[in-house]
């Protein structure tokens, strides 16, 4: 499935998964209100609200009633380690793939847009 043809709610859920990954919630840190993520977003609340249903069905975040919704522990290393995965079985051989197709040097594409500091 296209990145284009991913569901809304998927979309926000990558969104939210890589605000976990990179540490913009850590553990223990609350997320945004549904009403309040929705209105960044320009979404339905009811689009989020199934996102957030998807965490918290897979036990990477706990609710607190009355007050929201915070990311379990160890969310970030369960994510990082389920979207790397992904990355390798869905996407990868695509873009293996392509390289070849196109003749492109894998190491110099590595290098070529690589900080200073890692060349």
């Known amino acids: 499935m296209s990145m284009a043809s ?9 969104q ?5 990954i990179e ?13 309040a993520f929705a209105a960044e977003q320009g979404a339905n609340p009811l689009t989020v609200a199934k996102a957030y249903q998807q965490f918290q069905d897979e036990g990477l975040v706990h ?6 919704m915070f990311v379990a522990p160890g969310a970030a290393r ?3 380690e389920s979207e ?3 990355f390798l079985s869905d996407e990868w051989p695509h873009i293996a793939s392509r390289i070849r ?6 190491d110099a594409l590595l290098h070529e847009n690589a900080p200073e500091s890692v060349k």
């Open 16 to 20: 939210i998964a890589a605000a976990i």
């Open 23 to 35: 540490g913009r919630y850590p553990d223990g840190a609350m997320l945004p209100s549904v009403r």
């Open 78 to 80: 369960i994510l990082l």
């Open 101 to 106: 197709r196109l003749g492109l040097d894998a």
């Open 84 to 86: 790397r995965q992904a």
């Open 6 to 14: 991913r569901p809304v709610y998927l979309k926000l859920r990558d």
């Open 63 to 68: 609710v607190q009633r009355g007050i929201g």
